[in-house]
């Protein structure tokens, strides 16, 4: 089945040169350089508003705030896993507005995005949900349409990759349950798949040791020595 359906061609056909910059810019919004770092943020503003509050009986970091940092961990390894499971083709070389890796479908910043905006829109307990929801709705919309205008995915592509990522928040949020520690179990029992499957692609070694340095960084902070270590600092 193909996945041409003329939308690429026409956005790179009709859209000017200078708009590849904003387009460009515009698709970090999924990328890791942006996600990892937003996540490493919120999970500092936390632990430092409980530090400055002493109040060494709770943890440092919230039960919620870990599920959710653990539930994009594990959905950045899906995306290795989905990704390399098809390794199916992008559009031609000719379309591509920018340097990007060989396999176009599902696209990984679409899914990341989808991932990542929607687990914050779920589960940030910040505005009203419905705000919520429709910003990450419109950073994925955002970002999908990015990467179709820098030529480097289908239509069939971007649609598929948030069909991926709601799944997978699905199946996080309703099966698996707030639960931290079971989400990092589940993350890196994906990663390590993702490993295998893409017979030890750099990318897939990174979401494995990602995943369990994570988990492990968490574990650590929240020992009553190092808390209250910090606390005196």
């Known amino acids: 089945m193909t996945r041409d359906l003329g939308v690429t061609v026409a956005l790179r056909e009709h859209l000017p040169e200078w708009a590849v910059e904003a387009f460009a810019a515009l698709a970090l919004l999924g990328d890791l350089i942006v996600i990892v770092p937003l996540l490493g943020l919120l ?3 936390e632990v ?7 109040r060494l009986e709770e943890p440092l970091c919230s039960e919620r705030t870990v599920f959710l940092i ?6 950045l390894a899906f995306v290795v896993l989905v990704k390399g499971s098809f390794a199916l083709p992008r559009p031609p070389a000719d379309l591509h507005a920018v340097e ?11 899914m990341a995005a989808t991932i990542f905006w929607g687990a914050l829109a779920l589960w940030l307990e910040r505005a009203q949900l419905l ?15 990015s990467r179709l205008a820098l030529g480097v995915h289908y239509l069939v592509d971007v649609v598929a990759s948030v069909a991926f990522g709601i799944l997978y928040l699905a199946v996080i949020g309703y099966v698996v349950g707030i639960r931290p520690l079971r989400v990092f179990l589940v993350a890196i029992a994906i990663a ?10 750099t990318r897939a070694i990174l979401a494995l040791v ?12 929240e020992l009553p020595v190092v808390r209250r270590t910090l606390t005196r600092a």
Do not use: M
Not at 70 to 75: D, K
Not at 131 to 143: C, D, M, S, W
């Open 43 to 45: 999970y500092l503003l």
């Open 48 to 54: 430092g508003s409980n530090l400055r509050s002493d």
């Open 70 to 75: 653990a539930t994009v961990f594990g959905g």
């Open 100 to 110: 990007t890796s060989k396999h176009g479908f599902p696209s990984g910043h679409v």
């Open 131 to 145: 705000t919520r929801v429709t910003i990450a709705t419109l950073v994925v919309a955002i970002v999908a349409l």
């Open 192 to 201: 390590a798949l993702a490993l295998v499957v893409t017979g030890g692609e």
């Open 210 to 221: 990602g995943t369990v340095g994570a988990v492990i960084g968490w574990q650590l902070v």
